[in-house]
């Protein structure tokens, strides 16, 4: 069973932050990984979240596990760098754990937050854009949606791919077969019946206001926990100066 963008059922001091505290950490370390892309950074994040997954308590079977043929991508781009020289592999590698630590920094967050506290959180950080008439609540609530959204969706798709399987082999080689077209079109009409299903379950609720009807407050552990992000974040930033 696929835990990606679902919270893993523990419990755990990560688990009772407030949401709007870990999603402040995440754009933290996504900082930090801008202004320091280096190798001492990149280890500092790291071990950050290797420190924070243990409180967690995270399982290692939470990982995604990517297929093959995506490992093998990331090897041929590594080969594609090597005529042009070293610092090129290097540039590359660097890329591609800039990227897979934002993964994980996202990954985190979903793993350790009730996406029922999305849309309170982000509606919590975004209050000062209400000064200027935008739609915060709107946005927030769109925001935590599309989220809580994504694992239905997946869901899907692997129970469309699952029955595709089970086809005979005779019928989905033959020339008339057209599988990726009925995949296509099954995928929009369940789309469109999760979204109707979604938007009746909101009606019934009392609309989007009362998505965000409970919203939770930050308290000393949450400050506790961005100082130890921003003492890291200072480090890792630190450790890049130093060592150039």
Not at 39 to 61: C, D, F, S, Y
Not at 141 to 154: G, M, Q
Not at 222 to 231: E, H, I, M, R
């Amino acid at each position: 069973m696929t835990t990606l963008l679902r919270e893993v059922p523990t419990t755990s001091p990560i688990h009772r932050l407030w949401a709007g505290t870990k999603i402040i950490a995440v754009v933290v370390v996504s900082l930090v990984m801008v202004i320091a892309p280096s190798w001492p950074a990149i280890g500092v994040v790291v071990t950050l979240l290797v420190v924070t997954a243990a409180i967690g308590r995270i399982p290692p079977t939470a990982l995604p596990r990517p297929p093959w043929w995506l490992w093998l991508l990331l090897l041929g781009g590594a080969l594609i760098n090597v005529p042009i020289g070293l610092d090129a592999v290097y540039i590359y590698l660097r890329t591609v754990a800039f990227a897979l630590i934002l993964l994980c920094a996202s990954l985190m967050l979903a793993w350790t937050t009730s996406m029922s506290d999305v849309a309170p959180a982000l509606a919590s950080l975004c209050r000062p854009l209400r000064l200027i008439k935008l739609p915060v609540d709107e946005w927030a609530v769109s925001a935590a949606l599309c989220v809580r959204s994504l694992p239905l969706l997946i869901d899907e798709m692997l129970t469309l791919v699952a029955a595709r399987r089970l086809r005979p082999k005779a019928v989905v080689h033959s020339a008339a077969d057209n599988s990726i077209i009925d995949l296509v079109t099954t995928t929009m009409s369940v789309a469109i019946r999760r979204s109707a299903e979604m938007g009746e379950a909101i009606s019934a609720r009392g609309g989007i206001g009362m998505i965000a009807a409970k919203p939770k407050r930050p308290g000393s552990a949450d400050v506790l926990a961005l100082t130890v992000v921003v003492l890291a974040g200072a480090g890792a930033i630190a450790s890049t100066i130093l060592l150039r």
